[in-house]
């Protein structure tokens, strides 16, 4: 079909839509779209699942819309499309489009996700599509399924991150009058507890500059917000460090940082000694933290768990959204090659 027809045929549908013929619409898209596959006209069928589904999702059609979208990622499988700005920039007007609570919201970024994990140079997923998943769950407190997106994301992400991170941990100062559920435990309201989920996972994996800006800027909100946390600068020749006399956890992690960037064995140990009584609070800490020890410092572990493996049993968080609790010193869902 001609360009010219495609065009037609997209205006059709699109007044149809207007006119309320939802379900109609809906299925012709879904012909039409599987014709063009089938002719390898991926161009036209990208073209026609684009614009309806926006037309759709603009209607209020989330089931619709979401499922036109989920095809709109099958053609570009299909059709070998590279993950560049045009490709993107096509999911994030739709996902922007798709109301949070909408359950094709998943199935989309899953599906975003592998096709982007396949077709860019990144394994993981493409970091600007994980930002922007990240960012939109963020917008309603969904720290669950925010944080593993902005782990895996840009340079921009750790902002997102740490302002995320800090809204939680202050919500957990107060919890809704009753509990989403008889289940929802209650969550912990050590700060610590909330850095970790970004610092310990930036640490696994190697990302040291991510780490520092969401530790300063997650330190800085302790002792700058209304909490008002005491805080002490300790400056030496080589390096600044914020301390916190009620939060030894909290020193912990800043310690532990700074000793990745410029310690040795002997620092890991003297450190883990001094706050080994603390540590006994987060025993969900000790496998990253033994990891963490090989990889930095050439301390030697026993056992080599898979390192996925390891954060996917460490980084459960309970169920999405603002009423997820984390595990005591749990950090995020593991990176995965998926997004979502």
Partial sequence: MSQSKVEKTRARLAKRIQEGAYYEAHQQLRVLAQRYLKAENYEAAIDILFSGAQALLQAGQGGSGG??????????????????????????????????????????????????????????????????????????????????????????????????????????????????SPSTPPQPTNPAIYLSRALLPYLLLRNI?????????????????????????????????????????????????????????????????????????????EEPLEQIAEMYFGIRVQRQPNLFDMMGGLFGGGGGGAGGAPQLGAPPQPPSAELD
Avoid at 87 to 101: G, Y
Avoid at 210 to 215: N, S
Avoid at 234 to 249: G, I, R
Avoid at 253 to 275: E, I, N, T, V
Wanted: charge should be negative; include cysteine.
């Fill in 209 to 285: 500059r991510d780490a520092t800006r969401v530790h300063a800027l997650f330190t800085t909100s302790l002792s700058t917000s209304q909490l008002n946390y005491a805080s002490q600068e300790v400056q030496s020749a080589t390096c600044d460090a914020k301390v916190f006399p009620d939060l030894p956890l909290v020193n912990f992690l800043g310690l532990l940082l700074l000793a990745c960037q410029r310690g040795g064995a002997d620092l890991y140990r003297s450190l883990k000694a001094h706050y080994a009584q603390q540590l006994k609070e987060v025993p969900a800490w």
């Fill in 67 to 180: 499922d036109l979208c989920a095809l709109m990622v099958e053609a570009y499988v299909q059709g070998r499309v590279a993950c560049d700005a045009e490709s993107k920039a096509r999911i994030f007007t739709l996902m922007s489009l798709i109301p949070p609570e909408e359950p094709s919201l998943r199935k989309f970024v899953k599906e975003a996700g592998d096709w982007s994990a396949t077709f860019s140079p990144y394994p993981a997923g493409d970091p600007e599509l994980h930002h922007f998943v990240g960012t939109l769950y963020s917008l309603t407190d969904d720290f669950i399924r925010s944080e593993p997106h902005l782990l895996l994301g840009t340079k921009s992400s750790p902002d997102t991150l740490a302002a995320l991170l800090y809204r939680w941990y202050t919500n957990s100062l107060n919890p809704p009058p009753t509990p989403l």
